[in-house]
């Protein structure tokens, strides 16, 4: 059982492109992220959401956009495609904050592979 | 400006002997550390987190110590395997409340660890 899964695993379009990765958690967790890790392995947060919020990293260009259908997925919207936009894209899920009695433990999907061409 | 600061780049030990990772950080608002393993091709997974309020955590052969004043904590593996050839991310965030803020993790640039036989 995939307790956070994305799709595809592979994705690889022209420059210009508007491309979405899918990510759904079967782990009931109401808050979801998306992580950015580049070349160099450097890991960065994008979103995190859960049903009343939407947290922005001041960095993201507004060409992305989280779109949530209901708390199990969380997919991410690239318009534009650029060539700096390759990378690995990680979807990630978690219980939410200790004041809902929530949990820190963050749990990773297997990543997209982005590459703009 | 990078929050965590995570040493070394890249650490060869022998097998059998003890891998230490270290890493700082500079927002005192930080609350809450984990440690993340990331073996090739897959999503990051917690190994062991830590909280201020304990100097140190063991779990099996992974030990965090963790320095309040000086704003600073390591990763120990004892007894190191060539199974934990991977990388591994310090991370920090500051919790306390919910939200989709909650949680939103800091990580370090990683540390690839091979465990030679």
């Known amino acids: 059982d995939t307790a956070v899964s994305q799709t595809p695993k592979y994705l690889v379009t022209q420059m210009g492109n508007d491309k979405s990765i899918k990510c759904e958690q079967n782990l009931g967790h109401d808050t979801m992220y998306w992580y950015k890790q580049d070349s160099k392995k450097f890991l960065k947060i994008m979103f995190s959401?859960?049903?009343?919020?939407?947290?922005i990293n001041e960095t993201v260009p507004n060409r992305f956009s989280p779109k949530s259908p209901d708390k199990a997925h969380l997919n991410l919207h690239i318009n534009s495609l650029e060539l700096g936009d390759s990378a690995v894209y990680f979807c990630?899920?978690?219980?939410?904050?200790?004041?809902?009695?929530?949990?820190?433990?963050?749990?990773f999907g297997p990543g997209t592979r982005l590459t703009v061409l | 400006q990078q929050q965590v600061k995570q040493s070394p780049q890249s650490l060869i030990v022998q097998k059998g002997g003890i891998s230490i990772i270290n890493c700082a950080y500079e927002?005192?608002?930080?609350?809450?550390f984990p440690w993340y393993q990331q073996f090739p091709g897959k999503g990051p997974a917690l190994l062991i987190a830590?909280?201020?309020?304990?100097s140190e955590k063991k779990e099996g052969r992974f030990t965090i110590s963790f320095n309040k004043s000086a704003k600073q904590f390591s990763l120990h593996i004892m007894d190191s395997q060539p199974g934990d050839s991977a990388t591994y991310f310090c991370?920090?965030?500051?919790?306390?409340?919910?939200?989709?803020?909650?949680?939103?993790?800091?990580f370090g640039k990683g540390t690839k660890l091979s465990v030679i036989p």
């Open positions: 990630a899920s978690s219980q939410g904050g200790l004041a809902g009695g929530g949990t820190d433990t963050q749990y």
């Open positions: 959401y859960n049903n009343k919020e939407l947290i």
């Open positions: 991370a920090a965030s500051r919790g306390g409340y919910s939200g989709a803020g909650s949680y939103q993790l800091t």
């Open positions: 830590i909280r201020p309020d304990v």
């Open positions: 927002n005192t608002a930080f609350d809450y």
